[in-house]
């Protein structure tokens, strides 16, 4: 009777048991639909359909602007990462064994460049001497490729090559040094020989005209009563500095007439007929005037036998007249 009892009031429990069970079982069928084998298998098909195949046409795309078209990649998922495998050909030949350390980093310009535009990430970015090892053609095309990535985020370039200076320089708009376009370079050094940065306001180098502007400022400078001791070695070193760069420019534009330039590959046979012949006679002294200016400016070290030796007033009047001479006769 009291078992009969129990049974009988304890009911109601029994029927929340069997409701529940019900329940349990339409959730557990709900759950087979969601295994984690399906969901991986859908993730991906997704991630194959969606990303890696985008991924793929936007690295093609670089990658055939940067002239390494033969560079195939996988995508391999793996605990919420992608790990990315180059290799050319076949899996088993990988990047690095087969590319040279210039198409390596063209390469690695070209997953860059994927990544962000994948991403679409705007942060400012910042390049540091991207081109060394790299042939002076791979340079410009790195150079472009670095101007189109500026046009949508901030893009900062360090970098000592004077060529890559100017592709960057034209690949950039016809007008140089607006706000979004800027040029600067290291144009000074102090007795520390740390430089100082300035801005450009054309963005090229100077010619010939600019330099020697600058070279009559110091010459009246360096010839004034206030000007001695140290102030004096100071004001030469920075001479010489500037009249090495004219011995380059003296050469290009006097001698050379811009046929060729310094720093760029191309040469303008139009102008060959205007080469001065006559300046071959002053090539020697010009070079001498060169090896002498790098002896004696900033930021340049002597050989053992000449440390001692410093650039005087009257050696730099001397000079000073020899290139006033040649400037009035090849400007």
Request: with cysteine; proline share 2%.
């Amino acid at each position: 009777m009291k078992k009969n009892e129990k049974l009988h009031s304890s009911l109601d429990s029994f029927v929340r048991w069997f409701d529940i069970q019900k329940v349990i079982k339409e959730y557990s069928k709900a759950k087979g639909k969601f295994s984690t084998n399906a969901l991986t298998q859908k993730q991906s098909a997704a991630f194959q359909e969606i990303v890696q195949g985008e991924y793929f046409e936007t690295f093609e795309r670089f990658a055939k602007e940067l002239k390494v078209t033969n560079v195939n990649l996988r995508l391999v998922p793996k605990k919420g990462n992608t790990l990315r495998k180059k290799f050319v050909s076949s899996e088993e030949y990988k990047v690095s064994q087969v590319m040279s350390e210039g198409e390596q980093k063209a390469v690695a310009m070209a997953e860059f460049a994927t990544d962000l535009t994948m991403r679409k990430d705007f942060n400012t970015v910042l390049f540091d001497d991207p081109v060394t090892s790299l042939d002076y053609k791979r340079s410009e095309i790195i150079a472009n490729l670095i101007y189109k990535l500026s046009l949508d985020r901030q893009v900062v370039v360090f970098t000592h090559n004077i060529m890559f200076y100017y592709y960057l320089y034209n690949a950039s708009p016809q007008k140089k040094n607006d706000e979004n376009n800027k040029f600067f370079k290291v144009d000074e050094i102090d007795k520390l020989n740390k430089g100082f940065v300035s801005e450009t306001f054309s963005g090229r180098l100077e010619n010939l005209k600019e330099i020697m502007s600058k070279l009559k400022v110091q010459e009246q400078t360096i010839n004034s009563k206030a000007c001695f001791g140290d102030a004096l070695e100071e004001a030469l070193k920075k001479a010489y500095a500037d009249i090495r760069t004219w011995c380059e420019l003296i050469v290009e534009e006097g001698f050379f007439k811009s046929v060729i330039r310094r720093y760029e590959p191309n040469i303008m046979f139009t102008k060959v007929n205007s080469i001065k012949g006559d300046f071959v006679e002053e090539l020697t002294p010009v070079s001498e005037l060169f090896d002498k200016a790098c002896r004696w400016m900033a930021g340049h070290s002597q050989p053992t036998e000449t440390q001692h030796n410093r650039a005087t007033k009257e050696a730099f009047n001397e000079d000073m007249s020899y290139i006033h001479q040649l400037y009035e006769q090849y400007k």
